[in-house]
């Protein structure tokens, strides 16, 4: 199992905009494509105006392939573009569960699609 970290800088003042667009549209249309949500969040102290998101997948292969379905999907780029003007950056990490961690063998009560 491997978990993708997105970690997305909005403008000034612009994260909270960006998490309602998010949960009023882009949810529902990626979710059934790319599983497994681990989390979804916004900073409050440190770096500000950060919405961070983690997402589970069975391995590479298997996050190439959900994300080309997500990124050929036109609703999916319909809402990208209205989001978009709202991003002033972007990081993405893989991260590997260690085997001694809980994910280690992926989520306990996996709900993947």
């Known amino acids: 199992m491997i978990v993708e970290e997105r970690i997305y800088t909005c403008y000034c003042g612009?994260?909270?905009q960006y998490v309602k667009m998010y949960e009023e549209e882009g949810l529902a249309i990626q979710r059934p494509i790319l599983?497994?949500?681990l989390g979804y969040f916004t900073s409050e102290l440190g770096e500000l105006n950060q919405v961070v998101h983690l997402w589970a997948y069975e391995d590479y292969e298997d996050r190439a392939a959900r994300r080309c379905v997500l990124l050929a999907n036109p609703e999916?780029?319909?809402y990208a573009a209205k989001v978009q003007p709202l991003v002033?950056?972007?990081?993405?990490?893989?991260?590997?569960?260690?085997?001694?961690s809980p994910w280690?063998?992926?989520?306990?009560?996996?709900?993947?699609k």
């Open 14 to 16: 612009k994260s909270q």
């Open 35 to 37: 599983g497994h949500l």
């Open 76 to 78: 999916w780029k319909t």
């Open 88 to 100: 002033l950056t972007q990081k993405n990490k893989i991260l590997i569960p260690a085997p001694f």
């Open 104 to 112: 280690a063998n992926g989520p306990v009560h996996s709900s993947r």
